[in-house]
């Protein structure tokens, strides 16, 4: 699939905006603030169906009634997605073939590998991010394991609301409440700890060739999904959040869980934040986005469209050319403050 044009109306700081692409690769160049990521996010609600960084009161043009976004692809298709007053209130569609969804169905979906500027700084960052930042990356593969990680966190929600309700002074009580959502944490925990560590493996087994293709060194790297506590089965975690049941009223939320694992790079057998320098972290995370855009092509056989916002001319000149060479089967589409060359 590739991107032939968008028209966007009344999105973020755009009234109107038209762009066309190109095959290969497309610069969009403009000002801080005029408003290039906002054209990156409206490609990845269109393609995906959700933005990447906001919601839609967010996204609307101040003092706008709506706004809407349409993609033409170069075959001919054509996605529009329009949020508008819908029995007085605002919604979201999606039209595609003629109909509209209320959320854009599975088979109109495309991948996007998406490069932010942040995600340069992931190394050093805080486990929520890393977790957040391997999330999408896991849930952009596997369908099973957004719906399990949703499904993970609402119980998460309700199970903290509880534990804010009651204090620690009724604890046979809050026993009774609390108990089936503990089982479900759980349960999607534990499954969603396997997923996690599947799909750690599979990064691990390509990882350090991945690097060295582009650093053209000999380091090696490993990518660590260190967990909270130890490898326990789905009985020992619920055991765990009985037992530290009292911790959690007192504190208001649950101590444990995967919602606290965290993610180590392991740089030449040291921890990478720390021991590898700026440019071996470029190469760090440009080999994840590679390994993320091989992944996709492999489960899916589609080659993702490449988002890179404002991380091109961040690059020296040789890995930009290794990010040329590596997806130079996909479609991307870059923003950047100058013109690239
Ligand atoms: N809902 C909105 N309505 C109007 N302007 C907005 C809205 N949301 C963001 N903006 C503005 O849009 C501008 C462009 O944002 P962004 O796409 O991030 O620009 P860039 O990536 O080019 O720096 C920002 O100046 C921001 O204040
Ligand atoms: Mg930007």
């Not at 320098?277 to 492999?298: C, D, H, N, Q, T």
Request: charged letters at 30%; glycine letters at 6%; one cysteine or more.
């Amino acid at each position: 699939m590739i991107i032939k044009s968008i028209k966007l109306d009344n999105f973020r700081c755009h009234k109107e905006f038209n762009f066309d692409f190109k095959k290969k690769t497309s610069i969009i160049v403009g000002e801080n603030g005029s408003g290039k990521t906002s054209v990156l996010e409206a490609i990845y609600i269109a393609l995906l169906g959700k933005s990447f960084r906001a919601t839609d009161p967010d996204i609307l043009k101040r003092d706008s009634e709506f706004y809407r976004i349409e993609i033409n692809f170069t075959n001919g298709e054509k996605t529009v997605v329009a949020y508008s007053l819908i029995n007085g209130v605002l919604k979201k569609q999606f039209l595609v073939g003629e109909k509209k969804y209320l959320r854009l169905p599975k088979k109109y979906r495309y991948p996007i590998v998406l490069f932010l500027p942040d995600d340069l700084h992931l190394i050093g960052s805080s486990p929520t991010r890393k977790r957040d930042f391997f999330d999408r990356i896991l849930g952009g593969l596997d369908d099973n394991y957004s719906n399990l990680l949703n499904r993970y966190e609402k119980a998460l929600k309700q199970r903290n609301d509880l534990l804010k309700k009651y204090s620690e002074f009724n604890l046979d009580e809050v026993k009774n409440v609390i108990f089936s959502w503990n089982l479900l944490l759980a349960k999607y925990g534990v499954e969603i700890r396997k997923k996690r560590q599947e799909f750690i493996f599979e990064i691990n087994n390509r990882l350090t060739e991945t690097y060295r293709s582009i650093a053209e060194n000999s380091d090696i790297l490993e990518l660590e999904y260190q967990l909270q506590g130890e490898d326990i089965s789905e009985s020992e975690y619920l055991k765990r959040l009985e037992d530290e049941l009292q911790r959690d009223l007192i504190l208001g939320h649950t101590g444990f869980g995967i919602h606290r694992d965290n993610y180590n790079f392991i740089f030449n057998n040291s921890d990478a934040d720390g021991s590898a320098s700026r440019g071996e972290v470029r190469s760090i995370i440009l080999a994840l986005k590679f390994i993320e855009a091989e992944l996709i092509y492999e489960k899916t056989g589609k080659r993702p469209i490449v988002l890179l916002d404002d991380v091109f001319s961040e690059l020296d000149e040789t890995r930009q050319k290794s990010l040329t060479s590596n997806f130079k089967d996909n479609q991307v589409i870059i923003t950047s403050v100058d013109i690239v060359n």
